[in-house]
């Protein structure tokens, strides 16, 4: 998906957004539709979408053609909230392989922020929630899972982070338990606040866009009995305008990957 209404006269570097692609439809409208949000906040930024699975077009195909328009610089950002092994090892190799004539950066992956925890609030009061209900509501932070051990000291930074601002407990949780050292699955930490004496449990999935495990965390949600279910983060306002953000931050550096390798 293009948008460039002014590529060639715009020479700021082109924002290319790279997420992991799924099976599901619904992932890959979203991921446009936040893209096209982000690109309508900040015109004549040529914005591109390119998917390392399932979906298309590819990375490699997205970066082939902007050689061959006559782009040169490129901000490649992964539209990931923790820096797992997407982010450190799939993204940087197919970077590694464009045409040498692009100069690449990479961007730093969406979390943590204080926007994400801006949208996965707009998800819960969209959901039902009260902004005078949090003290009396235990939070589950389910993200999709990682056996990364940053991933998951992000998600359980972000759990505290979020019960400092009100809540009466938060937990992190995976759509499924991926190791016996990291959170439990969804339902699990549903009943883990139950037990606790949490009388009203919401879950606030943590993920971007509708899939396979996003599913997983809504079962296990509905499973468990928790009163409220957030939607997924979606192409909400606070993601659109953090896109830009860690553009502008990435666009400012000077380290190149086009030519490594």
Same mark, same amino acid.
């Given at each position: 998906?293009?948008?460039?209404?002014?590529?060639?006269?715009?020479?700021?570097?082109?924002?290319?957004?790279?997420? #992991?692609?799924?099976?599901?439809?619904?992932?890959?409208?979203?991921? #446009?539709?936040?893209?096209?949000?982000?690109?309508?906040?900040?015109?004549?930024?040529?914005?591109?979408?390119?998917?390392?699975?399932?979906?298309?077009?590819?990375?490699?195909?997205?970066?082939?053609?902007?050689?061959?328009?006559?782009?040169?610089?490129?901000?490649?950002?992964?539209?990931?909230?923790?820096?797992?092994?997407? =982010?450190?090892?799939?993204? !940087?190799?197919?970077?590694?392989?464009?045409?040498? &004539?692009?100069?690449?950066?990479?961007?730093?992956?969406?979390?943590?922020?204080?926007?994400?925890?801006?949208?996965?609030?707009?998800?819960?009061?969209?959901?039902?929630?009260?902004?005078?209900?949090?003290?009396?509501?235990?939070?589950?932070?389910?993200? =999709?899972?990682?056996?990364?051990?940053?991933?998951?000291?992000?998600?359980?930074?972000?759990?505290?982070?979020?019960?400092?601002?009100?809540?009466?407990?938060?937990?992190?949780?995976? =759509?499924?338990?991926?190791?016996?050292?990291?959170? !439990?699955?969804?339902?699990?930490?549903?009943?883990?606040?139950?037990?606790?004496?949490?009388?009203?449990?919401?879950? &606030?999935?943590?993920?971007?866009?509708?899939?396979?495990?996003?599913?997983?965390?809504?079962?296990?949600?509905?499973?468990?009995?928790?009163?409220?279910?957030?939607?997924?983060?979606?192409?909400?306002?606070?993601?659109?305008?953090?896109?830009?953000?860690?553009?502008?931050?990435?666009?400012?550096?000077?380290?190149?990957?086009?030519?490594?390798?």
């Amino acid at each position: 998906m293009r948008h460039h209404p002014h590529a060639l006269a715009d020479r700021r570097p082109v924002l290319l957004v790279v997420a #992991h692609g799924s099976r599901d439809p619904r992932h890959a409208a979203t991921v #446009h539709a936040l893209v096209r949000r982000a690109a309508a906040l900040r015109p004549g930024l040529r914005a591109e979408t390119a998917f390392l699975d399932f979906n298309a077009p590819s990375v490699p195909r997205v970066l082939d053609r902007l050689a061959a328009e006559g782009a040169r610089d490129v901000v490649a950002l992964p539209l990931l909230l923790t820096r797992a092994f997407h =982010a450190k090892a799939d993204i !940087p190799s197919v970077l590694r392989a464009a045409p040498a &004539a692009l100069r690449i950066r990479q961007a730093e992956v969406l979390g943590p922020s204080p926007l994400l925890l801006g949208a996965l609030e707009r998800r819960l009061y969209e959901a039902g929630l009260g902004p005078g209900d949090r003290s009396a509501t235990g939070l589950v932070l389910a993200s =999709a899972g990682s056996t990364d051990p940053e991933a998951i000291a992000v998600i359980a930074e972000m759990a505290r982070e979020l019960r400092r601002t009100g809540w009466c407990s938060v937990r992190p949780a995976f =759509a499924s338990a991926v190791s016996s050292a990291g959170p !439990p699955h969804t339902g699990a930490a549903v009943r883990a606040l139950r037990a606790e004496g949490v009388r009203r449990v919401a879950v &606030a999935p943590y993920v971007i866009a509708p899939g396979r495990l996003p599913d997983r965390i809504a079962a296990g949600a509905r499973e468990a009995g928790a009163d409220v279910l957030a939607d997924v983060l979606g192409p909400a306002p606070e993601l659109a305008r953090l896109l830009l953000r860690r553009y502008d931050a990435c666009a400012r550096r000077e380290d190149l990957l086009a030519a490594v390798g």
